[in-house]
């Protein structure tokens, strides 16, 4: 039994701590101001404030909850091609999940949904995550 | 071969500086002048570097990419046995051909594009005088 305002803090930190990593923070919409920050603290990873559905309406009052997340990943790269940094740090992220995929107990699944392709321009580039993750979330406690 | 394009103003004007001073006959290279009044017949061909405008735009706290409108106004001077139009249009190809051999400014820049080349058209001579303009994209720190 969990709620998003916890799974999103731990996925934060989670996000934080992959290699390769320098900050991620939480933003309420994707058009934040990247501007904001400096080249030290990229590569960013900003976790945009999810939609959350009802998944499975359970006994109880207790549901499965979906939560799906979108990830917005920006890095530098100083060449014209910036395959090899992304998947680096791509595989980083996979990695991080696939090791802790219930979040320190706190969710029954996540998983990445869609990969988007590299957008921007030498030298900021960024990509797109969607991660789906499901809860339990008790109704009497909310 | 690493594809960077981090400079400063100074450094693509010296650039810029040192490719005009390596052309083969160049008599007078000089900064932020248009009209080539007071210099003799033996300062010909003689080619100016002004610093027009630039346009920047913040990608993040510390780096901006930068639009450098740059003029290269250049004079040529026809004896009595050469043809004027010639003559410019020579130096012309020569001036062209050696700011373009290396776009990259010694990688102090990401890109230069001549924008346009215009003539006075044989109104004053013997001299004869041509302005190429070029943006020259680069990224910057401050």
Known sequence: MQNRRLILAKLAVEMGAVSGINTAIRVYTKTFDLTQFTQAQLPLLAIIEPA??????????????????QMSLHFLHWGITPNATFETIIKAIRNKIGDDFDLGGLITEVRIDALSTIGGTMPLFNVDIDLEMKYYLNEMDT | M???????KEEILANIDTVLNAIDGIKFVDYQRVLASGIGPEKYPGSFINDVSTDKERLLKDLYRNVFGCSLVNWVWATVEEKLATKMNAFEVIV???????????NKAYDTVIENISTDGGSRHPQGMMIINTAIVYYSVD
């Open chain 1, 52 to 69: 959350e559905e009802t998944d499975d309406e359970m006994t109880s009052q207790r549901s499965l909850m979906a939560l799906i997340a």
């Open chain 2, 2 to 8: 690493p594809y960077y394009g981090l400079g400063t």
């Open chain 2, 96 to 106: 062209r051909g050696k700011i373009m051999a290396d776009p990259t400014r010694g």
